[in-house]
């Protein structure tokens, strides 16, 4: 676990030095622009709607972070043979994986919490009513849901190219989003099997998304929060061994 942590502050390192940050200042012009668009609106939808494409700008960053940081990061390492010195210390592939992992969480939390102080000061500066308690959870559940995705991206980094990989990650997150409306448009589709093994095999992001709520000032019970939290925690766990797996078998050459 050591190993895993000193990897993981080199990572913080490379994240750093691409100047992910650069997406806190973008955000920041995409949160100005929304809130100069809306200005002649009346301010229940001003409050609404501004909240709402914030949380929506803040939770898509969060998606191409996970996507493309984490490729980048094992394709770099990969691409470059850097990986092959590292693993030529004592140091095991799940280790070097996990250390990964570890840094890119690390950076994407604290990307999201810098954009949910932009959040915050700006509904401040145009007195947009916020509830801190309905912000935090939703900011929360973003991070959950970044923490399974940077999971799944790093099974198809390790398998496949970048561009692959990106649009393989890309298309699991659309169908995380869509089998919950799928069931209630068919409900043939609860007695199909193959439809079962899809739902296991693919997170159901739609329980991780409380903008909506967020938006009206709505929060959930606690309980749920810690349920969502070890349902993130199984999810990891079983997406991230499997990429450990794969990682551990695939050849690297030096």
């Excluded at 990897?7 to 809130?35: D, N, P």
């Excluded at 001003?46 to 972070?65: C, P, R, V, W, Y």
């Excluded at 009513?129 to 399974?148: A, D, H, K, N, R």
Aim: aromatic share 12%.
């Amino acid at each position: 676990m050591r190993k895993a942590l000193s990897i993981s502050f080199i990572t913080i390192k490379e994240l750093l030095h691409e100047r992910v940050f650069y997406l806190i200042g973008g955000f920041a012009l995409l949160a100005v622009g929304v809130s100069l668009l809306l200005g002649d609106l009346t301010y229940a939808e001003q409050s609404k709607i501004t909240l709402d494409f914030l949380l929506a700008g803040i939770e898509l960053t969060n998606l191409l972070f996970s996507v493309f940081m984490g490729i980048t990061l094992l394709h770099r390492e990969l691409n470059l043979g850097w990986i092959a010195m590292v693993l030529s210390k004592p140091v095991s592939r799940t280790s070097f994986l996990m250390g990964k992992f570890l840094g890119q969480a690390f950076v994407q939390g604290l990307v999201i919490l810098m954009m949910g102080f932009l959040t915050w000061g700006l509904c401040s500066m145009n007195q947009i009513t916020i509830v801190p308690t309905s912000l935090f959870q939703s900011l929360l559940l973003m991070f959950f849901e970044g923490l399974i995705m940077s999971s799944i991206v790093y099974i198809f980094a390790v398998n496949l190219g970048a561009l692959l990989a990106a649009a393989s990650s890309l298309v699991v997150y659309a169908l995380g989003n869509f089998t919950t409306g799928a069931e209630r448009t068919n409900q043939a589709l609860q007695q199909s099997y193959v439809w079962m093994a899809l739902k296991a095999l693919i997170p159901n992001f739609r329980i991780l998304n409380m903008k909506t709520l967020a938006s009206y000032g709505l929060s959930i019970e606690w309980n749920l929060v810690g349920i969502l939290f070890l349902y993130t925690l199984v999810c990891c766990f079983m997406y991230f061994s499997a990429a450990a797996v794969s990682f551990s078998r695939r050849d690297i050459f030096t």
